[in-house]
Nanobody, 121 residues
Framework: QVQLVESGGGLVQPGGSLRLTCAAS????????MGWYRQAPGKQRDLVAA???????DYADSVKGRFTISRDNAKNTVYLQMNSLRPEDTAVYSC???????????????WGQGTQVTVSS
């Protein structure tokens, strides 16, 4: 089995910063794409940012220039540095990873449990 554990969420004032961390563990052969998604109350879950094992990144337009995704392949960990936070960034942020287990041919997506980010004065 594969587990993703997020940390780093919390309450922050508008204009502040937070850094989210997601660590993958368990039966992992290799990880391709890792990403962060968010879901606000009453809304669908949307992609925030993603990064491949080679370092290619993708961002939602709403966070470009404010958020930075990075990863440590040796630690199977992905980070999301969030700066200039706005109230509309308030949501549950979840980590996602595309994983191939040792000896397997197929890739599967796994999700973390999510961490709450609240931006409010």
């Amino acid at each position: 089995q594969v587990q993703l554990v997020e940390s780093g969420g919390g309450l922050v004032q508008p204009g502040g910063s937070l850094r989210l961390t997601c660590a993958a563990s368990g039966s992992i052969g290799s990880i391709n794409r890792m990403g962060w998604y968010r879901q606000a109350p009453g809304k669908q879950r949307d992609l925030v940012a993603a990064i491949t094992s080679g370092g290619t990144t993708d961002y939602a337009d709403s966070v470009k220039g404010r958020f930075t995704i990075s990863r440590d392949n040796a630690k199977n960990t992905v980070y999301l540095q969030m700066n200039s936070l706005r109230p509309e960034d308030t949501a549950v942020y979840s980590c996602n990873a595309n994983v191939r287990r040792p000896g397997a041919l197929s890739w599967n997506y796994y999700w973390g449990q999510g961490t709450q980010v609240t931006v409010s004065s």
